[in-house]
Structures are given as C-alpha cells and as structure tokens.
C-alpha cells in the first residue's frame, strides 16, 4: 500500500518517540536481578567480626542500669570469629529465596518485615543451602540469626555509651520525640512515618553495620528471658524448654521513641507474631 511521504515521516516519527519512551521506561523498571547476582551481592555485603585482633575487643559490657530488663550488667568474652550482614535482608533477596515478600512497605531494598521468627530461621536455612549450591560460602559455614550477646557486640561496636555514637540521642533544643544526635543513624518516630526507605540510607556505626538503632527491631536467636541472671559469659543464645514461648528482639524501629535505640534496649516479642516494625539480619559463622 502507498504511504505518502509526510505521512510516513511522521510514523516514523511517532515510531521515534515511542521507541525513546519505551527505552526510558525500560530504564525505570530494570529486568529483575538475578538470584545468583543477589547471592552474591548479600555475600559481599557481610562484615567479617575477628574478636581479640584487628580493633574487635574479645569483651564487652552487656546490658545496662537503665531498665530492669537490661540488667545486670555483665562481661561477655567472645571466643570464635563471625561475620555479620551490614544490612537487614532487603525484600528482594527475601523473595528469592522465600518465593513470596510478605512486607507491607514494599521495595526491593527495603528491609524485609511482616515475618515470623520461624520464617527468619527457614529462610536462613534455605539461604545456607543455595549459597553452598552456588559455591559462595565454605561448606562447614552457615547463616544463622544472631545470638543476643553477638547482636549487643556489634551495635556497640567497642562503644560503652548509651547508643554506637555517644550517650545522648537529643539536643537540648529538641522536644517531643525530636531527637537531632540520632538522625543521623537512626530511624525512629521522630524522624520516620513508615519503613520506606531502602537499607544504608542513614549512617553506619562504627564497624560499618547500617541501621542498628531503628528501622526495624531485629531478630535473635535467642527465646525472651526477664533479665540477665544465669546469662552465659561468652556468645551462646540462651533458649527455652517451651517451644512457643517468647523470643528477644533488638534495635528499637520506625515506631519507637528514641530510648528504645539504645544500645542495650531489648524486648519481648511473640514467636509466630508478624509486624511492619519487625525484621532481621543474618551472620555467616562455622557450623556447629
């Protein structure tokens, strides 16, 4: 069929400009990562923690005098070496491995929240399996939930105040729930209306871990006990005869007011609840 020269240059203009849109559009929505290119990349990210030499103390002070919980304050010493993810697990590795992301704030480097404490442990099981099918980590290592003493170890950072940046959260401007030290380092009510913002937006503490206070709470292993009579004096998780009973959960989130960021704060939380305001981080450490 004949197509008069204007009216063929201006389809092939059309055609132009469609093809420019479809390539821009294309730039905002790249093809989804591979899910060995996430494996890799949550390998990489990982922060190796050698107690006893290269800046890492072999001891700290757990716990504080600030809540009856937090007490008593006790030395730990921590024997073997680890490494501890730098960020929460995004959304888009939890899909990977999972098949589904149950978040309500959605992103795919957003942390990975609306999760059970069990679904944290099956997903750091499946996690260990595919890395060891993908030659990424050593068969004799493994990824795990952090006890409670190895997560304080790693907020604190060789700190002994309040938070990994100093003992105070406000300035003495601040009112209300402002709290201008933490920003900086921390999501909290003062500062966040939601989880929306992708991992490491903020300031690392200082051994290069984001996120620490706030954000979300993280996961331990360990099953929630009162205070710290009996605690052990080196890394163990403690647990409970009772299956369903209550697990800890550290680093305050999005929905605290400052004071729950500190270092020490730690709280109770249901073993199969779920909530926006509740993630995890994983170690890499040799398996027991």
């Known amino acids: 069929m004949f197509i008069p020269q204007r009216v063929s240059m201006l389809l092939i203009g059309a055609f132009t400009i469609a093809s420019l849109l479809h390539v821009s559009l294309a730039d905002d929505n790249p093809p989804q990562t591979?899910?060995?290119?996430?494996?890799?990349?949550?390998?990489?990210?990982?922060v190796p923690i050698t107690p006893g030499s290269d800046g890492f103390p072999a001891s700290f002070e757990m716990g504080s005098t600030a809540m009856p919980e937090e007490q008593p304050v006790h030395r730990v010493t921590i024997a073997e070496k680890f490494a501890i993810a730098r960020?929460?697990?995004p959304q888009n590795l939890y899909e990977a491995v999972m098949g589904e992301n149950p978040s309500r704030w959605?992103?795919?480097?957003?942390?990975?929240?609306?999760?059970?404490?069990?679904?944290?442990?099956?997903f750091c099981k499946r996690v260990t399996n595919l890395l060891?099918?993908?030659?990424?980590?050593?068969t004799d290592e493994s990824i795990r939930l952090?006890?409670?003493?190895?997560?304080?170890?790693?907020c604190r950072a060789g700190t002994s105040t309040a938070y990994s940046f100093g003992d105070k959260a406000t300035e003495a401007t601040d009112q209300g729930k402002l709290a201008s030290l933490?920003?900086?380092y921390g999501w909290h009510t003062g500062n966040a209306a939601g989880n929306d913002p992708p991992v490491g937006a903020l300031k690392p503490n200082p051994w290069g871990l984001y996120d620490m206070h706030g954000y979300l709470w993280e996961f331990t292993a360990d099953h929630w006990q009162q205070a710290y009579e009996g605690a052990p004096s080196d890394s163990r998780p403690r647990f409970s005869e009772d299956k369903d009973s209550q697990i800890v959960i550290r680093g305050g989130s999005w929905k605290d007011k400052y004071p729950r960021l500190r270092s020490a704060a730690r709280q109770p939380f249901s073993i199969d609840a779920r909530d926006d305001a509740v993630g995890f981080r994983c170690v890499m450490a040799k398996t027991k």
């Open 34 to 46: 591979s899910r060995t290119a996430l494996f890799k990349t949550f390998v990489d990210e990982f």
């Open 182 to 184: 933490l920003d900086p």
């Open 132 to 138: 060891h099918e993908a030659e990424l980590i050593r």
């Open 87 to 89: 960020y929460e697990v």
């Open 106 to 122: 959605k992103g795919p480097r957003n942390s990975a929240e609306m999760t059970s404490w069990n679904d944290a442990n099956e």
């Open 146 to 154: 952090p006890s409670e003493a190895e997560w304080e170890y790693c």
